[in-house]
Protein backbone atom coordinates (compact mmCIF):
# COMPACT_ATOMS: atom_id res chain seq x y z
CA UNK A 1 0.00 0.00 0.00
CA UNK A 2 3.04 2.70 0.96
CA UNK A 3 4.16 1.86 -2.47
CA UNK A 4 1.21 2.79 -4.84
CA UNK A 5 0.57 5.50 -2.33
CA UNK A 6 4.07 6.89 -2.87
CA UNK A 7 3.78 6.40 -6.75
CA UNK A 8 0.74 8.85 -6.55
CA UNK A 9 2.20 11.61 -5.58
CA UNK A 10 3.12 12.79 -8.85
CA UNK A 11 0.31 12.37 -10.09
CA UNK A 12 -1.07 15.33 -12.27
CA UNK A 13 -4.32 15.01 -10.38
CA UNK A 14 -4.17 17.01 -7.30
CA UNK A 15 -7.05 15.21 -5.85
CA UNK A 16 -4.83 11.99 -5.90
CA UNK A 17 -1.83 13.64 -4.58
CA UNK A 18 -4.04 14.87 -1.82
CA UNK A 19 -5.23 11.58 -1.43
CA UNK A 20 -1.76 9.41 -1.38
CA UNK A 21 -0.56 12.10 1.29
CA UNK A 22 -3.28 11.89 3.45
CA UNK A 23 -2.74 7.96 3.57
CA UNK A 24 0.85 8.34 4.21
CA UNK A 25 0.15 9.85 7.45
CA UNK A 26 -0.31 6.62 8.59
CA UNK A 27 3.36 5.22 7.20
CA UNK A 28 6.81 6.31 8.66
CA UNK A 29 9.43 4.79 6.10
CA UNK A 30 12.14 7.22 5.33
CA UNK A 31 10.66 7.36 1.90
CA UNK A 32 7.23 8.88 2.93
CA UNK A 33 9.77 11.19 5.17
CA UNK A 34 11.23 12.64 2.01
CA UNK A 35 7.95 12.40 0.08
CA UNK A 36 6.48 14.46 2.62
CA UNK A 37 9.54 17.01 2.63
CA UNK A 38 8.70 17.65 -0.96
CA UNK A 39 5.29 17.70 -0.38
CA UNK A 40 5.88 20.85 1.48
CA UNK A 41 5.84 22.64 -1.79
CA UNK A 42 3.46 21.45 -3.71
CA UNK A 43 0.90 24.19 -5.33
CA UNK A 44 -1.92 22.77 -3.79
CA UNK A 45 -2.37 23.68 -0.23
CA UNK A 46 -4.38 20.90 0.71
CA UNK A 47 -1.30 18.47 -0.18
CA UNK A 48 1.03 20.71 1.42
CA UNK A 49 -0.90 20.90 4.64
CA UNK A 50 -0.79 16.96 4.35
CA UNK A 51 2.88 16.84 3.90
CA UNK A 52 3.04 19.32 7.20
CA UNK A 53 1.16 16.93 9.31
CA UNK A 54 2.86 14.16 8.20
CA UNK A 55 6.14 15.97 9.00
CA UNK A 56 5.06 16.90 12.70
CA UNK A 57 3.75 13.03 13.03
CA UNK A 58 7.43 11.94 12.01
CA UNK A 59 9.08 14.30 14.35
CA UNK A 60 12.49 14.96 12.68
CA UNK A 61 14.67 17.79 13.06
CA UNK A 62 15.56 17.54 9.63
CA UNK A 63 12.31 18.43 8.40
CA UNK A 64 12.45 22.19 9.93
CA UNK A 65 14.02 24.17 7.56
CA UNK A 66 11.28 22.49 4.90
CA UNK A 67 8.51 23.65 8.26
CA UNK A 68 10.01 26.96 8.66
CA UNK A 69 9.66 27.98 5.04
CA UNK A 70 6.23 26.66 5.22
CA UNK A 71 5.62 29.21 8.03
CA UNK A 72 5.82 31.92 5.44
CA UNK A 73 3.05 30.54 2.99
CA UNK A 74 0.87 33.17 2.21
CA UNK A 75 -1.91 30.82 3.36
CA UNK A 76 -2.69 30.69 6.87
CA UNK A 77 -3.96 27.23 7.24
CA UNK A 78 -0.91 25.94 6.09
CA UNK A 79 1.24 28.36 8.34
CA UNK A 80 -1.24 27.29 11.44
CA UNK A 81 0.02 23.46 10.78
CA UNK A 82 3.46 24.39 9.45
CA UNK A 83 3.41 25.78 13.29
CA UNK A 84 1.84 22.95 15.08
CA UNK A 85 4.43 20.52 13.44
CA UNK A 86 7.00 22.44 14.47
CA UNK A 87 6.20 22.56 18.30
CA UNK A 88 5.87 19.11 17.52
CA UNK A 89 9.48 19.05 16.72
CA UNK A 90 10.30 20.64 20.05
CA UNK A 91 13.66 22.06 19.89
CA UNK A 92 14.88 24.99 21.17
CA UNK A 93 15.30 26.06 17.30
CA UNK A 94 12.22 25.50 17.29
CA UNK A 95 10.57 28.02 19.76
CA UNK A 96 12.84 30.42 18.38
CA UNK A 97 11.43 30.03 14.93
CA UNK A 98 7.77 29.94 16.20
CA UNK A 99 8.55 32.97 18.36
CA UNK A 100 9.85 34.71 15.45
CA UNK A 101 6.84 34.10 13.05
CA UNK A 102 4.56 34.83 16.25
CA UNK A 103 6.33 38.57 16.53
CA UNK A 104 5.37 38.89 12.95
CA UNK A 105 1.74 36.82 12.27
CA UNK A 106 -1.22 39.12 11.96
CA UNK A 107 -3.79 36.37 11.00
CA UNK A 108 -6.08 34.86 13.45
CA UNK A 109 -6.19 31.51 12.48
CA UNK A 110 -1.84 30.89 11.61
CA UNK A 111 -1.90 31.83 15.03
CA UNK A 112 -3.78 29.54 16.84
CA UNK A 113 -0.93 26.97 15.38
CA UNK A 114 1.83 28.96 17.17
CA UNK A 115 0.15 29.47 20.16
CA UNK A 116 -0.50 25.97 20.50
CA UNK A 117 2.72 24.87 19.48
CA UNK A 118 4.12 27.25 21.76
CA UNK A 119 1.98 25.71 24.51
CA UNK A 120 3.11 22.43 24.05
CA UNK A 121 6.90 23.87 24.22
CA UNK A 122 6.21 24.57 27.81
CA UNK A 123 5.09 28.44 27.61
CA UNK A 124 1.95 28.33 29.92
CA UNK A 125 1.37 32.23 28.81
CA UNK A 126 -0.21 30.78 25.71
CA UNK A 127 -3.15 29.29 27.24
CA UNK A 128 -4.78 32.82 27.69
CA UNK A 129 -4.05 33.63 23.85
CA UNK A 130 -5.56 30.77 22.88
CA UNK A 131 -8.48 31.28 25.07
CA UNK A 132 -8.91 34.24 23.59
CA UNK A 133 -9.26 33.54 20.12
CA UNK A 134 -12.79 32.44 21.10
CA UNK A 135 -13.83 35.60 20.87
CA UNK A 136 -12.51 35.55 16.73
CA UNK A 137 -14.71 36.95 14.65
CA UNK A 138 -13.29 33.91 12.13
CA UNK A 139 -15.32 30.92 12.89
CA UNK A 140 -12.85 28.51 11.77
CA UNK A 141 -9.84 30.26 14.17
CA UNK A 142 -12.80 29.87 16.84
CA UNK A 143 -13.10 25.93 15.85
CA UNK A 144 -9.52 25.27 15.21
CA UNK A 145 -9.16 26.84 18.93
CA UNK A 146 -11.70 24.44 20.49
CA UNK A 147 -9.63 21.71 18.91
CA UNK A 148 -6.76 23.02 20.49
CA UNK A 149 -8.10 23.55 23.75
CA UNK A 150 -9.07 20.21 23.93
CA UNK A 151 -5.98 18.40 23.05
CA UNK A 152 -4.13 20.45 26.12
CA UNK A 153 -6.76 20.34 28.99
CA UNK A 154 -5.09 18.56 32.23
CA UNK A 155 -6.21 19.06 35.57
CA UNK A 156 -4.69 22.34 36.06
CA UNK A 157 -6.47 24.16 33.42
CA UNK A 158 -9.68 22.30 32.68
CA UNK A 159 -12.02 24.34 34.80
CA UNK A 160 -10.46 27.19 33.02
CA UNK A 161 -10.71 26.30 29.75
CA UNK A 162 -15.06 24.54 30.69
CA UNK A 163 -15.60 28.19 31.74
CA UNK A 164 -14.36 29.82 28.40
CA UNK A 165 -16.20 27.57 26.40
CA UNK A 166 -19.32 27.53 28.41
CA UNK A 167 -19.28 31.51 28.02
CA UNK A 168 -19.12 31.07 24.43
CA UNK A 169 -22.43 29.41 24.28
CA UNK A 170 -23.81 31.83 25.89
CA UNK A 171 -23.49 34.37 22.89
CA UNK A 172 -24.87 34.38 19.29
CA UNK A 173 -22.52 32.32 17.31
CA UNK A 174 -22.47 30.31 14.48
CA UNK A 175 -24.56 27.31 14.48
CA UNK A 176 -20.93 25.67 13.51
CA UNK A 177 -18.98 27.00 16.12
CA UNK A 178 -21.89 25.96 18.78
CA UNK A 179 -21.63 22.67 17.22
CA UNK A 180 -18.01 21.80 18.14
CA UNK A 181 -18.24 23.86 21.28
CA UNK A 182 -21.01 21.69 22.50
CA UNK A 183 -19.17 18.44 21.08
CA UNK A 184 -15.67 19.77 23.02
CA UNK A 185 -17.59 20.67 26.11
CA UNK A 186 -18.85 17.01 26.23
CA UNK A 187 -15.11 15.49 25.58
CA UNK A 188 -13.58 17.40 27.94
CA UNK A 189 -16.07 16.87 31.34
CA UNK A 190 -16.01 12.93 30.13
CA UNK A 191 -12.29 13.63 30.80
Known sequence: MENIL???????????????????????????????LIGTTDD???VQMCSIEILGNLVK?????YLKKALGDNNPD??????????????????????????RETDSFAKVGIYY????LGREEMLPKLLSLLDDNYHL???????????????TNKENILLNIEKLLKRDIP????????????EIKGS
Open 175 to 186: ISVKEKAEVVLQ
Open 117 to 120: ALYL
Open 78 to 103: VRCFAAESIGFVGTDEAKAILQEQLN
Open 6 to 36: LASINNSDENTRIFAYEYLYYFDSEAVFQAA
Open 141 to 155: TVIRSLDVLRDVVNQ
Open 44 to 46: DDL
Open 61 to 65: VESLP
